[in-house]
């Protein structure tokens, strides 16, 4: 049994995953990362070590419960405990809704949604079992509205805010003192714009590809106006472990978008197509 707290990142080899891994070391933390990408996990292994901390890399499709089993397997026999488990997983991609084929769908909803499915069966019980710790769920601040040509990511982030949300209170239910915080990011500085790059081949091929133009742009976007990682995930975590704060949103505006947006729908009508403050994707 390990004397120290563990964590464990899904999607922690880039991202709002590794900077919440270096929060987390910096906390004392031992930490689990997790990611498809191999290569990058590698590498983000070799970084954190030569920093000195205490980590283990797990390869993991977030998209096959059996391998986020194994994640979990992977993290009690190592350390013989969990406390924080951040299912932070993320895919994103473009197309009009009708363009766009079920594989396609699946896909996204398999990594954004399912992810987190798998993520709350594969450790939630040994957090019940323990009777505390936190699970910290990544959403998007496209959650609080919707946007064209970007239906299953938005769509799968609003999905997960509402998990979050239910799995708080079956907790609450069942008298655990699990604590669950959901994070709506704005923009962060990440390879998302390359995310269909590890689209596992029982998917296919996309159905309608981005054109080149449009990747490099996005790149640039998060490259010159994304959210520096650490930074943001320093911020999500104190709000997160320390203030025990459901819901979590990186810049204010968004929130009061969520009202808008609430507000048009009571009143019957579509909300207004207005993209988030710091558009798209952690």
Known sequence: MADREVAVVTGAASGLGFGLVSSLVARGLSVVIADIDGDALVSAEKRLRAEGADVLAVRTDVTKSESVLELSAHTLDRFGRVDVVCLNAGVSLRGRAWELSVADWRWVYDVNVFGVVHGIQAFVPALLEAGAGHVLITASNSATTTLPSLAPYVSSKHAVVAVAESLQHDLREVGSGVNVSVVLPGA???????????????????????????????????????????????????????????????????????????????????????????????
């Open 188 to 282: 962060i500085r990440s390879g998302m714009a390359d995310a269909v790059r590890h689209r596992p081949a029982d998917y296919g091929s996309v159905s309608v590809p981005v054109p080149e133009d449009l990747t490099r742009a996005s790149r640039a976007y998060l490259a010159r106006f994304g959210a520096d990682p650490r930074a943001m995930a320093d911020d999500v975590l104190q709000r997160a472990l320390d203030e025990r704060r459901f819901c979590i949103f990186t810049d204010p505006a968004d929130a009061a978008m969520l009202v808008d947006h609430a507000g048009a729908l009571s009143d019957g009508g579509l909300p207004p197509l207005v993209a988030p403050v710091s558009q798209e994707v952690k």
